[in-house]
């Protein structure tokens, strides 16, 4: 890996705490490449009693950033951004070759997570407050905004990259100290923000990256330690609420981007090559890992067999293979769980009377984790897909007739992350996407995430907004000043 790299500094196996580079006292853990299996790295194993340190420089480091103006923090963030962009290549081949998805899709994911170093280092210098009139003849209101602290992260293996720029962009803008546990599974994508975020100039204690193999060790230490004022969290519901639970003691302000179940419908009056399109993007990209990735497909009858062949159509130009060839479009999933979870849903979808229009579920023989994709048509509310979240390449075709019946089958879910709908009419368009229960809406799109954009989601899929000048409100307290004059 170090040999692929113009800068082999990048490669880093060390935890970056209070602006130093250190062992882990539990040794090291392996990082493994999905596509080939091989160990590519030993990172440091941090213990919990190095996370609690970890904190305690943070919290001292953060009195200070604190004190720093807008316009100062803005430009060490602006280096910060800009050193990404100059090693765009280099650590879009960390992220390929530690969590698989194609070379050049690794590299729009660190533009994409740049680019909320740039928007929030922007938004550094407006982070206004507010005068309010007395409500007595002798009195003065203002509202000013102060950073809330020490801001703790946990974040997935899908993004490796944005996912932590994401938090930590708008907690460095604000004025928090960051901390940041990446996913055991890629590591190295966050160690290297390390070594930009030292070279930038970001003063040391108020970036850290803590890597550990024990997720449920550093949860604890981040909800227990009244150092953290703050948690932000990307995963799963499941271990969201585990979180919040955990942070219910010390009553800690939590942001939640938890898990999806996103509805993609097909209406009779859409530009069909247009959804097909926004179909691929929506399902395939990440090779179906993403929390916004499309999960249910409904296609109104008029159009649903048309609908059907043309995705498949567009399936199989999709090329599976090492991110590192040229051409690859859909790289490995993350591990063998995340092939038994498509196979689950692919098992009980057949059993239920779904069938299969291509691939199956049978993943290839060899080292990665290779699962070619799936279109499986017929599918019902009953099948385990309709509620579960699949995480992979497979794509299910329901059935539908009427546009309220649609809307209940899309919003009879837990979760409300992303939905999206293809559709000309519109008061069709203007009525679906106002009655959808989802914090963000795709209308003829099937991308549908920007830095300029609030991100998040409703029921079960979370707490709070991420991007946008939203974003930077998680890491603020606001505080009203009545003054008697
Ligand atoms: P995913 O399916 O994306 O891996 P998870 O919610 O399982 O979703 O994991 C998201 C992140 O949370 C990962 O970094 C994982 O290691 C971490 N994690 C898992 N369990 C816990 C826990 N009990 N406490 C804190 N973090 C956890």
């Not at 200070?64 to 800009?82: C, I, M, P, S």
């Not at 602290?149 to 944005?162: H, K, L, R």
């Not at 949860?219 to 932000?232: A, H, Q």
């Amino acid at each position: 890996l170090k040999s692929m790299l113009n800068d082999p500094a990048l490669l880093a196996e060390k935890a970056y705490v209070g602006g130093q580079w250190v062992d882990g006292d539990n040794g090291t853990f392996e990082v493994t490449n999905p596509a080939r299996g091989d160990v590519i790295a030993h990172v440091a194993d941090l213990s919990r009693a190095q996370v609690a340190h970890a904190i305690a420089t943070a919290e001292a480091a953060q009195k200070d950033w604190a004190k720093w103006t807008g316009k100062e923090r803005a430009a060490v963030l602006r280096r910060f951004f800009d050193l990404m962009m100059e090693a765009q290549h280099d650590l879009g081949v960390i992220l390929t070759a530690e969590q698989g998805k194609p070379l050049a899709e690794a590299k729009g994911e660190i533009a994409y997570g740049a680019s909320f170093i740039e928007f929030f280092g922007e938004e550094a210098k407006r982070i206004y407050g507010e005068t309010i009139p007395g409500h007595q003849r002798d009195k003065r209101i203002t509202v000013i905004r102060q950073p809330i602290g020490v801001a703790a992260s946990i974040t997935p293996w899908n993004f490796p990259n944005a996912m932590i720029t994401r938090k930590a962009a708008p907690a460095l803008a604000a004025g928090c100290a960051f901390i940041g546990r990446p996913a055991t599974e890629t590591p190295l994508s966050a160690t290297a923000m390390g070594v930009l975020a030292e070279r930038a100039g970001i003063p040391a204690g108020v970036f850290n990256i803590v890597p550990s193999s024990s997720a449920s060790d550093v949860g604890k230490e981040f909800c227990e330690n009244p150092g953290v004022r703050k948690l932000t969290f990307t995963g799963s519901t499941e271990v969201g609420r585990i979180l919040l639970r955990q942070a219910a003691d010390s009553v800690m302000k939590c942001s939640m981007e938890l898990g999806g179940n996103a509805p993609f419908i097909v209406f009779d009056d859409a530009d069909l090559d247009a959804a097909v399109e926004g179909a691929i993007l929506c399902k395939f990209r990440n090779n179906g890992q993403t929390c916004v990735c499309a999960n249910r497909i409904y296609v109104q009858a008029g159009v649903y067999d048309a609908f059907a062949a043309k995705l498949k159509a567009a399936v199989e130009k999709l090329k599976m293979g090492d991110g590192f060839e040229e051409g690859t479009t859909l790289g490995p999933l993350i591990n063998a769980d995340a092939i038994e979870k498509v196979q689950e849903h692919v098992a009980d979808a057949t059993a239920k009377g779904a069938t299969v229009v291509m691939g199956g579920g049978t993943p290839e023989q060899g080292p990665g984790h290779f699962l070619p994709p799936t279109i499986l048509a017929d599918v019902t509310q009953e099948m385990l897909i309709a509620t579960d979240e699949t995480f992979g390449p497979l794509a299910p075709l329901f059935r539908f007739e009427d546009e309220d019946d649609v809307i209940a089958m899309a919003n009879d879910t837990i979760f409300g992350l992303a939905s999206y709908f293809y559709a000309r009419d519109l008061s069709r368009v203007t009525k679906v996407a106002e009655a959808l229960e989802y914090g963000i809406v795709g209308v003829n799109t099937g991308i549908i995430s920007t830095e300029v954009a609030p991100f998040g989601g409703v029921k079960q899929s979370g707490l709070g907004r991420e991007g946008s000048h939203h974003g930077i409100d998680e890491f603020l307290e606001m505080k009203y000043i009545c003054a008697s004059v």
